[in-house]
């Protein structure tokens, strides 16, 4: 591809770290509090199936926030496995992280080296990343957030809001993110070019179209330049 005229970038799992310690946490309570013999592995795919389903249908008239979709799949949780855990405690721990997360090591350096416009595309709630970025600082062009295109990704909508407001093609950006299903699959299924952010060496998928892998945000430089 020619040399992208901007940037849509995943932010949670991409600029900063997802909120894994936090899940392994409310999943263990969950497993301790629980009337059942559960384990927290289990706890944790019961969750994540119910909350990802949730974000499927959240849509137009339907949409429901972040905060309301983890309150209401964890209620449903917590209900499922017979526990007795606190939701609103358990809650304000993710909350509380969604607004501080742990910044990546590289990604001030990528930003501030970065010459093209940045839009970040993010599943979250604009209150808590425009918390996010103010906390560390960041500084980008754009932000369209889940909420703002009321549809989640791997859907159409986030990532056409981003290109209507930079004013651009599908084929003149790039998109950056870790997520195969909701980052890969989102950008290429209207035809963005995506860099695969691979922390974690997973083994590339044989049936999905990747443009470009990389280990960390620096290594993506080499694409913009």
Known sequence: MSRPQAVLLDFYGT?????????????????DTSSQQVDPHTVGLYWSDLFSRLCTVSVGPSFATQRALE????????????????????SEQMFAYWRQPTLFQEATAFLSEITQPVCI??????????????HHGIGVDLVVTSEDARAYKPRPEPFRLALGRLGLQPDQVLHIGDSLSCDVAGATSL???????????RERPQQTRIDYEASDLLAIHRILA
């Open 71 to 90: 309150r209401q799949s964890l209620r449903e949780t917590i209900q499922h496995f017979g526990s007795v855990a606190d939701e609103e405690a358990l």
């Open 121 to 134: 595309v993010s599943d979250i709630d604009r209150a808590d990343i425009e918390a996010a970025i103010s």
């Open 15 to 31: 600029v900063v770290e997802e909120d894994d310690q936090q899940i392994r946490q409310i999943c263990v309570e969950i497993s």
């Open 191 to 201: 035809g963005i070019p995506v860099a695969w952010l691979n922390r974690k060496g």
